[in-house]
C-alpha cells in the first residue's frame, strides 16, 4: 500500500496532499476538510476505504495548515480548481468526494464545476448559504485568531464547534487540542482569518446546486448551532434525488462525534455507488 505525503505547486501556490491506499485502485475517494481541519481530520473515516482497495486523497486547501496560505480572501471556485488541478496531477479521472463543512461547500462547486468528475458527493453539516448567527460566530472566530494564541483561539470557537455533552465527556481530548493549536505556526491563524472571510463572501451557491447530477449524501447533526440542520435540509431539497441523514445528539464535529455511525452511513453509499 502506498503513503505518499507531498506538495503540488498549482497556480503558484503549493498545496500539501496525502496518497494513501492503491494507486491502481479502480475506485478514488477524496475527502475535503473543514476550515479549522487539516488532513489528520479523516482519519478515523479514511482507513475503511483503504481496507477496501480505495485510492484515497486527502489536501490542505490553500491557506489551511500545511498549504501556502496567500493574501486573499478566496473563492470556492478556486478551491475547487486547486483540487481539479491535484486530480489532474495524479492521473485521477473520476473520485467520491466526502466534505465536512467548508470542505462541504467547496464539494459542491467542484460537483458544480466539474460534474463529469465527480463519481458521488457526500456532504455533511455544510451549507450553501449563511445567515446573521452563523455569521455572527465565524466573526467571533477571527475576533479569537487576533489574539495570536492558538489555545485561546481553541477555546474561544470550541462551544459552537462541540456538542455540550462531548466537551464535558471529552475534556482531555480538547485540551491536547487546544494545546496542539497553541504550537501551530504563526501564519496559521492568518490563513484561518482569510478561508473565513471566504466562507462569509463567497459560501453562496444554494441556486445552482440543481445542477448538481451526482448521488448524493447530505448529512446533517442535531446539536449543531454552526450550521444548523435547516442548512443540511437546503441543500437536500435543491439536490436532485439526494438523500438526507440527521445524526442525533451530534455536534458539528460529527467526524469525532460520530465516526462510527458516520462510517456506516458514507461508507455504505459510497459502495452503492460502485456497484
Known sequence: MVKILAMFQT????????????????????????????TNSWEFL??????????VILHDFRGQL???????????KQHAADARALFNHLG??????????????????????????????????????????????ILGWKTFCDTGDGEAFFWGMAPSIYSPAFLTENRAFCEQMAKATKKAPPEYLAGQKTIYDTLTGDVYITDRLSEINC????????LD?????????????EIPGAEYLSLPNCGHACILEKPDALI??????VMKHCL
Do not use: W
Not at 228 to 236: D, E, G, M, V
Open 11 to 38: 497556480d503558484g501556490i503549493n498545496i500539501f496532499y496525502k496518497e494513501l491506499g492503491d494507486p491502481n485502485a479502480p475506485h478514488c475517494i477524496a475527502f475535503f476538510n473543514g476550515a479549522l481541519a487539516t
Open 46 to 55: 479514511h482507513p475503511v476505504f483503504e481496507r477496501q482497495g480505495f485510492r
Open 66 to 76: 500545511k498549504s501556502d496560505k496567500p493574501p486573499g480572501p478566496y473563492t470556492f
Open 92 to 137: 485521477v479521472e473520476r473520485v467520491h468526494l466526502v466534505g465536512a463543512s467548508y470542505g462541504g461547500a467547496v464539494a459542491m462547486r467542484f460537483a458544480v464545476e466539474y460534474p463529469d468528475c465527480v463519481a458521488s458527493l457526500s456532504v455533511m453539516t455544510s451549507l450553501s448559504e449563511t445567515d446573521p448567527v452563523t455569521s455572527g460566530f
Open 215 to 222: 448521488p448524493t449524501l447530505v448529512v446533517s447533526a442535531e
Open 225 to 237: 448551532i454552526l450550521t444548523p440542520p435547516k442548512f443540511s435540509q437546503i441543500i437536500a431539497a
Open 264 to 269: 456506516s452511513a458514507v461508507f455504505g453509499f
